[in-house]
């Protein structure tokens, strides 16, 4: 059965200290991978697209790799505006988003 | 990109009622599709709203419980009907255009009590 795995569920980091997210796929042919950010209570904001292994995308803090079996969302030097849950997505079909339950990323000051 | 908005942002709401939640577009779009949210959950995919005919509704969501219209490409409607708690939720319009990327709406927070 497809399915998208993030890890970790949360993570806590100090501010400037360097992490990065994971989100595993096992969804056959992949059509592309989706991050999004959500903050409590909005709806998801998108992030990034990528289509196939090797590719990289980066926005201010934030790159997002993609190997044949997982993506990664790196986040450098992050600040506390950084706090959010994390999103990523395949899509099953030429629409049908399946989402990861989300990696809860919280920046301390 | 794609501009959505919803509309209520927030509803509390008494057991049986049903609510209308409205997601307008700013630019024509083909594809629209509603999403429920539960407390701590990821998304869901409720059904994709067609254009001129009749929704598609992903397993475990029914017509009756959820209707859908789409009078044209910028604008749907997602009604709940005869609610229950456990319809408390964050529902969300999303929308894709020429590319393959979905954008959403800021999401409707719904309680029933």
């Known amino acids: 059965e497809d399915q998208v795995t993030q890890s970790p569920e949360a993570l806590r980091l100090q501010e400037g200290e360097s992490s990065s997210l994971n989100c595993s796929y096992t969804?056959?042919?992949?059509?592309?991978l989706f991050w999004y950010r959500q903050d409590p209570g909005k709806g998801p904001e998108f992030l990034f697209t990528?289509?196939?292994a090797g590719e990289e995308k980066e926005k201010e803090r934030l790159k997002a790799t993609l190997t044949k079996k997982e993506s990664f969302l790196h986040i450098t030097a992050p600040k506390p505006e950084d706090s959010a849950t994390y999103l990523c997505a395949v899509p099953l079909n030429d629409y049908k988003l399946s989402f990861g339950a989300g990696t809860t990323v919280t920046v301390r000051a | 990109s794609a501009v959505i908005s919803q509309k209520p942002s927030r509803d509390i709401c008494q057991r049986g009622t049903s609510l209308t939640i409205q997601c307008q577009v700013d630019s024509q779009v083909t594809m629209m599709f509603w999403y429920r949210q539960q407390p701590g959950q990821s998304l869901t995919l409720i059904a994709t709203a067609n254009q001129g005919s009749e929704a598609t509704y992903e397993s475990g969501f029914v017509i009756d419980k959820f209707p859908i219209s789409r009078p044209n490409l910028t604008f749907s409607t997602l009604t709940v009907s005869n609610m229950s708690p456990e319809d408390s939720s964050i529902y969300l319009c999303s929308a894709q255009g020429s590319t393959d990327t979905q954008y959403f709406g800021p999401g409707t927070r719904l309680t029933v009590l």
């Open positions: 969804v056959s042919g992949l059509r592309g």
């Open positions: 990528l289509y196939s």
